[in-house]
């Protein structure tokens, strides 16, 4: 089953550069930054290659610099590939998404927004994509005003509409 990238919170800022200090929280550079992401090829499609960073176990030592941000036991935030901002990023539900009481969440539950809503997990699943969004937003602000001197609104929202399929 694939995993759609729809389920996948997005924070940005409408700028026309990348994150200079960010970085140091991800201990990756600017250069790095512009590579392509590992795995991605014209035979594997984007969702795929989210998928398989989902499943990591250890993506802070398998993604590429300028990949790879932050992580914790429930999700995997990384530069998004085709930012639209200065500061573009997807926090993404890692597979298998452990749960509080045991088991993991069926992969078939995170296909989509859709496929979320109908779990009995999807509370557990947006609260975990919630307080990592929310960290990442706190880095961002950070960096904001260490750069520029002040902060500005940041949008954090999902890809509602799967464009990676």
């Known amino acids: 089953m ?33 590579l392509p992401w590992p795995g991605n090829s014209a035979r594997m499609s984007w969702d795929r290659v989210l998928q398989n960073y989902a499943a990591l176990p250890n993506p802070e030592k398998s993604l590429q610099n300028g990949v790879y941000l932050t992580s914790d036991d429930h999700t995997l935030t990384i530069f998004d ?48 994509l919630k307080v990592a969004g929310e ?9 904001m005003v260490k750069d520029e001197g002040f902060k500005w609104d940041i ?4 890809h509602a509409v799967e464009s990676m399929k």
């Open 2 to 34: 694939l995993f759609r990238p729809i389920v996948l919170p997005i924070l940005h800022h409408h700028k026309s550069a990348l994150p200079t200090a960010l970085t140091r929280y991800a201990h990756t550079s600017l250069k790095a930054r512009f």
């Open 81 to 128: 590939g085709y930012e639209k901002a200065k500061y573009h990023f997807l926090v993404l539900p890692r597979e298998p998404f452990k749960l509080a009481a045991g088991g993991t969440v069926p992969k078939r539950d995170l296909d989509s927004l859709t496929t979320l809503f109908k779990s009995p997990h999807t509370k557990e699943v947006l609260e975990a």
């Open 135 to 143: 960290k990442v937003k706190a880095m961002i602000e950070d960096e």
């Open 155 to 158: 949008q954090v929202g999902f």
